[in-house]
């Protein structure tokens, strides 16, 4: 019972401490973007064919180095930046 209560308190601690919610927020879930958390219509994510093409294989598509730096390293190879993102940042340049 001592141990239960041990665990018990080791939580809320952690609760209480936010790390759970860090650790929460460190999974990306495969269909939203990393940057901004909406959808980012992933055209592989939900087709077993392999012959369906993504937006992101447009060639008109740049993933500039920067856009890059701002995904977090838990998060990179693990979901695609939306269309969005990518856009906005592509305007965003003078």
């Known amino acids: 019972m001592m141990a239960l209560n ?3 308190s080791l939580f809320n601690a952690t ?3 936010g790390l759970f919610t860090l650790y929460q927020e460190d999974l990306c879930p495969p269909d939203k ?3 901004c958390g909406k959808d980012n219509h992933c055209g592989h994510l ?3 064919d392999e012959t369906l093409s993504c937006w992101c294989f447009d060639s008109q598509i740049r993933f500039s ?3 890059l730096s701002r995904v977090s390293a838990s998060h990179l190879n693990a ?3 939306c ?3 990518v ?3 592509r305007l965003s340049k003078p």
């Open 79 to 81: 979901a695609c930046i």
């Open 33 to 35: 973007c990393p940057l």
């Open 87 to 89: 856009l906005s940042t």
């Open 6 to 8: 041990g665990l018990n």
């Open 15 to 17: 609760i209480s401490l």
């Open 83 to 85: 269309k969005a993102c």
């Open 46 to 48: 939900n087709s077993s």
């Open 65 to 67: 180095d920067g856009l």
